[in-house]
């Protein structure tokens, strides 16, 4: 008795007992935890794969991976990278944004800047062209999403005037521009607020665009003198799509898209009726649930390559879901593309809904929990493995650490 009655014993065994819960949570995981590096002998280990990572608070980069996961090149000195796209001269057109920039146009300086960069990696990675525009946050504003056209112009997704434009890569001279206040119902100023966050644009035919508006659900199809001429999920339905990134046309009437706070990728058809419908789920891979996809491609071969952004990892998978080969990446992933293949239109799946059930998720979150596990991602880069379980047991070793102190200090 006398042992428990002693403060300064009772505040070593709190204080012991908070280790050893903080052990047995987080080494059992770390122990039982699935590698996420799986290159099987069906993986295209000729091709490498290309990767925008946004990264934790601590700045992202553009990787490429070799044909078996082993990082052949990396370039950072940015806040994070987004979009990626393999050029045919070897050279990289990435999205980026990044800070300390003087000229800041109508804001303060110093001030955040975001645009395009051309990476090219010889000898050494290196910027041969940038084009950026001030922000007054990088937070939601920063440009998510650009491509070079065939006619040598720069598409751009912008984020912070909520709009859609293509300019001279030479001069920065606007071409064309449509505005998302022509269509949707705009604030007095959209740089102020995370209004529609446009996330994604694609050129899929002549002055035709297909448009990611993550903040309504919704996809658009724009074209040229005509504005918005296709709407999908025009109810904004979140269980047709929840905050998505990334579409991919796959040809008229279908597209895949990673469906990131649903945490799954769908494929929609275009069914008889004109209307949208989900024709293929995917929830995981390699028995890891998805959390926060971010981006999904329809590979020459079929098979789909998804970036699962929390989880640190892309996957490539055939129709059934099986793993054709998982690369471990740096923390935040946001897309990934094989090189050198493009993301034009290609292979959609057979339109049969058999056995799909559209309101099928990967979600499982825990209120308050699952937010405050989200915002540490952002912050630092974490283990995929670390869950809401982990932050409990944190939680409660903090209590335990707090009650022994004041115990041994009192003794």
Known sequence: ???????????????AAGTLLVVLTFGGSWVLAADTTNVTSEADTENGTIVGVQGPARGGNVTMLDGDGNVSWSHGNAIGYTDVTYLDNGSVLATFAAGG???CGPYEPPCKRTGVRIIRPQPEPHVVYEWTYPVRTRKDSEVHDAEI???????????????VFTMKMSTGERTWTWNASSYYEAPEDPTREDWLHINDVDRIGEDRYLVSVRNTNQLLVIE?????????NEDRDPSVMYEQHNPQWLGDGAVVVADSENDRVVELHRNDDGEW????VLTEADGIAFDWPRDADRLPNGNTLITDSRNNRIVEVRRDGSVVASYTVEALPYEADRVPFEESARNPYPASSD???PDETGGRDVPVLSTLLAGLRHAVALPYWVSELHLVAALVALGLYAWGGRLLASG
């Open 277 to 280: 419908e989900v024709v293929w």
């Open 355 to 357: 056995g799909v059930d």
């Open 149 to 163: 056209t065939p006619s040598g112009e720069l598409l751009v997704a912008d984020m912070e005037y909520e709009s």
């Open 101 to 103: 920039y003087r000229e």
């Open 1 to 15: 008795m006398g042992a428990l009655t002693d403060p300064r014993r009772r505040g070593v065994i709190l204080v």
């Open 224 to 232: 040229r003198g005509k504005g918005v001429v296709e709407v999908i």
